[in-house]
């Protein structure tokens, strides 16, 4: 190990703080330590290549070493670094507005940029709140979201969010948030209490449990839905079919806005510029990053239908919220290269064409008696694994301990695939590959996971 290296490593052990990481684990260890990356592959400071099954953190599209997105950062930097948009605007922003306007569907055409998309959900419930206020119904405030949804860390989406472990050791957290059932379609027997319900009736099913639920709170007081065209937590939960139609009729019904959280699922993810245009279903609300400018540079954004902007465009009446870095001039010029690439390279067909070849390969793994199920969309996947696949019987908490923590993530990373091994809700594994990998990457994919899980079944 050269003196540099080991500087980087020493200084990552006694000054970094890592976020979501148990640094226990890191006592006797070096901190893994990534320095660069290259197409579909990430490489260590030690020089040892890995399968980015994550795109970072379902953040890089286009895939690592895109020289072109660091000259347009260079170039735009070097013109203007920094400008707020605080009752001013700069050529970039004003673009890429427009052009995320012109992806959209249906009217959302107003773009309020922040920094990520914890920040994009806090704007989100903010405007909601504001804008029943302005419109004669100041009692409209509370939100609705679902059990083990992931939607940020801020205070505000912390309390949207549906993980009571990320939760308790900051509560009280912001009042008028409620919970109700997901689209986890493989639990449908524990979750209704009713056995062998279709996905379209269990569909339909949880989302007459989001009308229940604005009735009890009455409907006066709902201002928001919060959902994921594919939930994330959990493990990769797609919706039934009929889901998002009954959900846009029961939000129509009770005037209450329908917010698409779409941090992870914009921007290619699904194989659509927007989630939402993936299962047919126009929202009131976007919320997006993440791939926005493939990871290259920081940025989020709210989008609002034309109407929520209305009561903003007259008298003295001002949106009182904003962020220094919000559509930052930088991350616009890479947000619009990154776009740019989208269309050049068919990105979004490339992978509504290879997502039945992606979805084959995992589906190849439910011979292992591990594999409960393989669900998802696009190339946002989820394997979740049990300890009976015929009774679905999952894992104790001390025994999902041992496997994710204790083995799988380690031994999947050791074999050279970045992935998330997660039990935020039954143990999962999730794999998000940047858009631009394929077949070969698929297959490096199943025959490490086919490996590790065969290895991992037979120790416990």
């Known amino acids: 190990m050269t003196q540099p290296e080991h500087d980087v490593l020493k200084a990552a052990q006694d000054n970094l703080w890592l976020h979501f990481t148990?640094?226990?684990?890191y006592q006797q260890s070096e901190i893994p330590t990534i320095v660069r990356g290259e197409g579909s592959y990430v490489y260590d400071i030690h020089g040892k290549r890995y399968l980015d099954g994550l795109s970072g953190l379902f953040v890089v599209q286009v895939g690592h070493g895109r020289q072109e997105l660091a000259e347009a950062a260079a170039k735009q930097a070097q013109e203007l670094a920094f400008f707020p948009l605080w009752s001013y605007a700069h050529p970039k922003a004003a673009e890429l507005a427009q052009r995320l306007a012109a992806h959209t569907p249906g009217e959302l055409n107003r773009v309020f940029f922040t920094t990520g998309g914890g920040e994009a959900v806090e704007t989100a419930w903010k405007l909601a709140k504001q804008y029943y206020k302005l419109i004669g119904k100041p009692l409209k405030h509370k939100v609705i979201s679902r059990q083990i949804a992931y939607h940020g860390t801020p205070q505000g989406a912390l309390s949207i969010t549906g993980i009571p472990a990320f939760k308790q050791m900051?509560?009280?957290l912001v009042p008028g948030s409620i919970r109700v059932p997901n689209t986890n379609h493989y639990r449908a027997d524990e979750?209704?209490?009713?056995?062998?319900?279709s996905p379209e009736e269990y569909g339909i099913w949880a989302a007459e449990r989001v009308a229940r639920a604005i009735e009890m709170e009455g409907p006066d007081t709902v201002a928001a839905v919060f959902a994921e065209p594919v939930q994330n937590a959990g493990g990769c939960f797609p919706p039934p079919p009929g889901y998002f139609q009954r959900l846009r009729e029961i939000c129509d019904e009770y005037d209450v806005l329908l917010v698409s959280d779409e941090v992870i699922c914009a921007f290619g993810r699904l194989g659509t510029m927007f989630g939402g245009q993936k299962f047919d279903y126009v929202p009131d609300i976007i919320t997006c990053a993440k791939g926005m400018t493939s990871g290259y540079s920081p940025i989020g954004a709210m989008i609002a239908h034309e109407r929520l902007f209305e009561p903003f465009k007259s008298g003295d009446t001002m949106f009182a919220h904003g962020y220094t870095f919000g559509g930052h001039p930088v991350s616009a010029a890479v947000a619009l290269a990154n776009l740019?690439?989208?269309?050049?390279?068919?990105?979004?067909?490339?992978?509504?064409?290879n997502e039945p070849r992606f979805k084959q390969t995992l589906d190849d793994l439910r011979d292992l008696p591990i594999v409960g199920d393989v669900r998802g969309s696009g190339y946002f996947w989820g394997i979740e694994l049990v300890k009976d696949k015929t009774t679905k019987e999952t894992f104790t908490a001390d025994e999902s301990e041992r496997l994710l923590r204790g083995f799988l993530s380690k031994a999947l990373f050791d074999a050279g695939l970045y992935c998330?091994?997660?039990d935020r809700g039954d143990p999962v594994i999730q794999l998000a590959p940047p858009l631009i990998a394929g077949q070969k990457e698929f297959d490096e994919i199943g025959a490490i996971l086919r490996g590790v899980l065969?290895?991992?079944?037979?120790?416990?």
């Open 420 to 422: 998330r091994a997660d």
């Open 454 to 460: 065969a290895e991992a079944w037979a120790q416990l």
């Open 22 to 25: 148990r640094h226990s684990a």
């Open 170 to 172: 900051f509560e009280p």
């Open 340 to 353: 740019d690439i989208f269309e050049r390279e068919d990105l979004l067909g490339h992978v509504t064409r």
């Open 191 to 197: 979750i209704t209490g009713v056995k062998g319900m």
